[in-house]
């Protein structure tokens, strides 16, 4: 049973441009949340998605946006990179229950220069 | 405002030492509680969590974790450490879809 999976491992992309991060869910997963992951920081919530929706948002500015697919997979698009946004970015994938608990894929390592 | 607080940023340890790494939280409400690790290089893995119940929550690897409502802590423990345990933990906090991180504590143990 692959867990949750993460494409691509890492990407170099310029100030101004736009990304999109990929994420597979854990097999019988529903809810796909996203995290940006500093360096030397903590994962901060970046927002979740259930039934294709968005239902969760973290204080993320709107060049953050996402997609859940009919089959629970998910994207993460930035536009306008700024070098801020240097980040490991982390998907994790969950069910209704427990609570709480989520599975994360490895992360995808973005640089913006 | 709710947030989870890890006191200690870094933890150096020898190894067969035992640890506690602590964590706090504010919250006006009921909350889940979890520690997760992460080994370099590599995603994050859930070590133990607490939903309800038992106050002492045992985990994967040998570690454990107490919950105290009157202190609003949830530090882990575990007895005897081993090289393998170095990595960084997190203490992370669970309401309504709202999941916190705390900024996480790096183990290190030594030989």
């Known amino acids: 049973d692959a867990g949750v999976t993460q494409s691509p491992t890492h990407l170099i992309k310029t100030r101004g441009q736009q990304v999109t991060l990929r994420c597979s869910p854990k097999?019988?997963?529903?809810?796909v949340s996203w995290y940006q992951q500093a360096l030397g920081q903590g994962p901060q919530f970046i927002f979740q998605?259930?039934?294709?929706?968005?239902?969760q948002r973290g204080n993320f500015p709107d060049r953050f946006s996402g997609h859940q697919f009919p089959n629970y997979s998910s994207e993460l698009n930035v536009n306008a990179l700024l070098l801020g946004d240097s980040a490991l970015y982390l998907c994790?994938?969950?069910?209704?229950?427990?609570?709480?608990?989520?599975?994360f894929g490895p992360g995808t390592r973005l640089t913006v220069t | 405002a709710q947030s989870v607080t890890q006191l200690d940023s870094q933890v150096p340890v020898f190894e067969e030492a035992p640890v506690e790494l602590r964590c706090n939280y504010s919250?006006?409400?009921?909350?889940?509680l979890f520690w997760y690790v992460q080994y370099p290089n590599q995603g994050l893995q859930l070590l133990l969590k607490?939903?309800?119940?038992?106050?002492l929550v045992k985990g994967i690897n040998g570690f454990e974790a107490e919950f105290n409502k009157s202190q609003t802590s949830f530090h882990l423990r575990k007895p005897s450490v081993h090289i393998s345990d170095t990595a960084e933990y997190f203490c992370?906090?669970?309401?309504?879809?709202?999941?916190?991180f705390g900024a996480g504590t790096r183990l290190t143990v030594k030989p």
């Open positions: 994790a994938s969950s069910t209704g229950t427990p609570a709480g608990e989520q599975y």
């Open positions: 097999s019988g997963h529903d809810t």
């Open positions: 998605y259930y039934e294709e929706e968005e239902r």
């Open positions: 919250s006006s409400v009921s909350v889940y």
């Open positions: 607490y939903l309800s119940g038992s106050t």
């Open positions: 992370v906090f669970y309401n309504n879809n709202d999941m916190r």
